[in-house]
Each structure stands twice: as structure tokens, then as C-alpha cells.
């Protein structure tokens, strides 16, 4: 999983800084003890290194905003052990890269791969150096178009003021991800693993977590956990206005995945947790509870909490009550 970072305030302006003079990205990035390249005499740390650090590590809050299906982005960066999807670029992919794709993991943790054959492997799951995904991936993105191909892309910090996934992707193009029970899709068509590769590919097929995506909704994800399975679903709705709606929904007896009244209730809604601005409600699942089981359950609770969404009076006590237990088991993941 990736690191996670506290939000930062914006960051004044270096004292002594002349007026007028220009912003931390109008100057080249030098050493941190080098002389700042503005002429202030002081170090770069100190003087314009010091504004161009604050912007590195502010956080944004939704990096995937914007991204066609932000609810799988933010999935296959925290949800989804093997996944790839193919990324569309604006204006078409360059001379010598026949395609571009998002895949969670890469061997070693790569950053991103650029393929004998010239593709481009875009890893989601890494480290980041700045408090903006989406900046970051870009960044890595534009230098795996560069690489030589045959060769891994090393981690790298983005300029503050760099272009982002939603500057470079195609926003109108398709974005389906394709779960993988494994991680061989490292490999390029008949290639064998070998050496660090091979480690590595056993090693993390050995903790893959059985994940499916649900087709019937958008953004949910059906795992197989070792004592019960899971249903985790990633929404873009406000945070407030859907944790009124899935009191009131749980406060009536239809927050579970089977039909009100119409059987056991052996699913149940336990919690949600936030990720990159967005939450994701959880169900626990009995164990025989297959992803395709799940299909028409969820599409009729997708109908039930449009319905909840569109609520506008105030809860009652009971569902009050509910959304306190709710808001209570709620964690965030950055």
C-alpha cells in the first residue's frame, strides 16, 4: 500500500524574498545546500527549495478526480492485489509504444516498465513523493515513454508544477479493468521469469487475495477473505449525503445485500473506510457467497440507496443512531 501523508498548509513566501519576484518553479531545481539559482544568497533549502518542497507535499484530497471511473482507480490503488487496465493517451500513443497500462504491481515494486517490445507497465500500488498521486504517476508515465525499452523506471519527484494523469490521459476513452487471479501478466507473451523476477512473481502470487469485479455496479469488488468473504464498493457520492442514506437504509432493515425482508440477512453492512476522497461502504459475506452471487443483490441495493439518496428530510432518531454506529467503524486510508 501506498504511503500516506498529512494534508499541508500552503507555505509563505521565503523572507527576504524580493517583490514581484518569480515562483519556486520559474527557477531550475539545484541541491538543497547549493546557493538558491534566484540570488538570494541563501541555500535553496532555505530560500525557493523551501516553497517548492510545501507544494510536493501538500495533499489532494481526490487525485483521481476527473479520471474516467475514479471508483476503480481508487480500487486498484487499494482494493485489488493484480488488476491492469489499458490507458488511452491524448493524442495517441508515441513512435515505438504500441500501448500504455495501468497495472496495481509491478516486479521489485517498479514504478513503471518499459517493455522489450516497447509497451509501457504504469505500476499504481508504489510510494509516492509528493502529496499528489496523479501528479507523480504522470511523471513516471512521461519518463517510461522515454526509457529505453527492456528497462525499469527508477522512482523519481515530479516538478510542483508538473502535467497530471488528467493532463495526459484521454478523458473520453474507456477505462475497464481486467482482475487477475494472478501476477503473470508481468510476463510479455512466452517469456519465462527468472532471477528477481521469478522471486518475485512467486512471492506475490503466494498473497493474492481472491478479488473479483462486480459487472451489475460500478466500483465494487467481491473478495474472498479466509474466514468470510467481502464486498467492498468504492462511491463517488458526498461523503455526508451517503452516510445519511445508508443510515436510513440500515435503521430500516435494508442495508444488507439481500432483499428486505426476503431472506436470513446473512450479509451485513459492518463499516466503510475513506480512500483518495471517496468512501467505501464493506459488507461481510457469508463464506459460500460468490462474486456472481452477488451480482443481483447489489444492482437492487444500488436501487434502494438511489432511492435513500434522494431523501432530503432529517433522520430520525433510530436512523441517527445508525449512522453514529456507522461513522464509528469508519477508518481512512489516507
Same mark, same amino acid.
Given at each position: 500500500?501506498?504511503?500516506?501523508?498529512?494534508?499541508?498548509?500552503?507555505?509563505?513566501?521565503? &523572507?527576504? *524574498?524580493?517583490?514581484? +519576484?518569480? %515562483? @519556486?518553479?520559474?527557477?531550475?531545481? #539545484?541541491? $538543497?545546500?547549493? =546557493?538558491? /539559482?534566484?540570488?538570494?544568497?541563501?541555500?535553496?533549502?532555505?530560500?525557493?527549495?523551501?516553497?517548492?518542497?510545501?507544494?510536493?507535499?501538500?495533499?489532494?484530497?481526490?487525485?483521481?478526480?476527473?479520471?474516467?471511473?475514479?471508483?476503480?482507480?481508487?480500487?486498484?490503488?487499494?482494493?485489488?492485489?493484480?488488476?491492469?487496465?489499458?490507458?488511452?493517451?491524448?493524442?495517441?500513443?508515441?513512435?515505438?509504444?504500441?500501448?500504455?497500462?495501468?497495472?496495481?504491481?509491478?516486479?521489485?515494486?517498479?514504478?513503471?516498465?518499459?517493455?522489450?517490445?516497447?509497451?509501457?507497465?504504469?505500476?499504481?500500488?508504489?510510494?509516492?513523493?509528493?502529496?499528489?498521486?496523479?501528479?507523480?504517476? &504522470?511523471? *513516471?508515465?512521461?519518463? +517510461?515513454? %522515454? @526509457?529505453?525499452?527492456?528497462?525499469? #523506471?527508477? $522512482?523519481?519527484? =515530479?516538478? /510542483?508544477?508538473?502535467?497530471?494523469?488528467?493532463?495526459?490521459?484521454?478523458?473520453?476513452?474507456?477505462?475497464?479493468?481486467?482482475?487477475?487471479?494472478?501476477?503473470?501478466?508481468?510476463?510479455?507473451?512466452?517469456?519465462?521469469?527468472?532471477?528477481?523476477?521469478?522471486?518475485?512473481?512467486?512471492?506475490?502470487?503466494?498473497?493474492?487475495?481472491?478479488?473479483?469485479?462486480?459487472?451489475?455496479?460500478?466500483?465494487?469488488?467481491?473478495?474472498?477473505?479466509?474466514?468470510?468473504?467481502?464486498?467492498?464498493?468504492?462511491?463517488?457520492?458526498?461523503?455526508?449525503?451517503?452516510?445519511?442514506?445508508?443510515?436510513?437504509?440500515?435503521?430500516?432493515?435494508?442495508?444488507?445485500?439481500?432483499?428486505?425482508?426476503?431472506?436470513?440477512?446473512?450479509?451485513?453492512?459492518?463499516?466503510?473506510?475513506?480512500?483518495?476522497?471517496?468512501?467505501? =461502504?464493506?459488507?461481510?459475506?457469508?463464506?459460500?457467497?460468490?462474486?456472481?452471487?452477488?451480482?443481483?443483490?447489489?444492482?437492487?441495493?444500488?436501487?434502494?440507496?438511489?432511492?435513500?439518496?434522494?431523501?432530503?428530510?432529517?433522520?430520525?432518531?433510530?436512523?441517527?443512531?445508525?449512522?453514529?454506529?456507522?461513522?464509528?467503524?469508519?477508518?481512512?486510508?489516507?
Amino acid at each position: 500500500m501506498a504511503k500516506k501523508r498529512r494534508p499541508q498548509t500552503a507555505a509563505a513566501a521565503p &523572507a527576504g *524574498t524580493p517583490a514581484g +519576484a518569480a %515562483a @519556486a518553479g520559474d527557477y531550475p531545481v #539545484v541541491g $538543497a545546500r547549493q =546557493p538558491c /539559482p534566484c540570488g538570494s544568497g541563501r541555500r535553496y533549502k532555505a530560500c525557493h527549495g523551501r516553497a517548492a518542497a510545501q507544494a510536493a507535499t501538500e495533499l489532494v484530497r481526490r487525485p483521481f478526480e476527473g479520471l474516467p471511473h475514479e471508483c476503480d482507480w481508487v480500487a486498484m490503488r487499494e482494493l485489488v492485489p493484480a488488476a491492469t487496465a489499458r490507458l488511452t493517451l491524448k493524442g495517441g500513443l508515441p513512435e515505438g509504444v504500441p500501448a500504455v497500462t495501468l497495472a496495481t504491481v509491478l516486479p521489485m515494486a517498479w514504478p513503471a516498465l518499459r517493455r522489450d517490445s516497447g509497451e509501457v507497465l504504469l505500476g499504481l500500488q508504489n510510494d509516492t513523493a509528493s502529496g499528489d498521486i496523479s501528479r507523480d504517476l &504522470a511523471d *513516471t508515465l512521461n519518463r +517510461a515513454l %522515454a @526509457a529505453e525499452p527492456g528497462t525499469p #523506471v527508477a $522512482a523519481g519527484r =515530479p516538478a /510542483p508544477d508538473g502535467p497530471r494523469l488528467q493532463d495526459l490521459l484521454d478523458l473520453e476513452a474507456p477505462f475497464v479493468p481486467e482482475v487477475h487471479s494472478g501476477f503473470e501478466f508481468w510476463l510479455d507473451g512466452e517469456e519465462q521469469a527468472a532471477g528477481e523476477v521469478a522471486a518475485s512473481l512467486e512471492s506475490a502470487n503466494e498473497a493474492v487475495i481472491p478479488t473479483a469485479r462486480l459487472a451489475s455496479v460500478e466500483g465494487a469488488y467481491w473478495c474472498e477473505a479466509p474466514e468470510k468473504n467481502h464486498l467492498r464498493w468504492v462511491m463517488t457520492h458526498p461523503e455526508e449525503q451517503l452516510l445519511d442514506a445508508l443510515a436510513r437504509l440500515h435503521a430500516a432493515g435494508a442495508s444488507s445485500l439481500d432483499e428486505p425482508g426476503g431472506g436470513s440477512g446473512d450479509s451485513r453492512l459492518v463499516g466503510s473506510f475513506r480512500a483518495h476522497g471517496l468512501t467505501v =461502504p464493506v459488507w461481510d459475506l457469508p463464506r459460500g457467497m460468490r462474486s456472481e452471487d452477488c451480482e443481483k443483490p447489489a444492482a437492487g441495493f444500488a436501487e434502494r440507496l438511489a432511492e435513500a439518496l434522494a431523501v432530503t428530510a432529517p433522520l430520525t432518531s433510530e436512523e441517527r443512531r445508525s449512522r453514529s454506529g456507522l461513522t464509528n467503524r469508519q477508518v481512512t486510508l489516507n
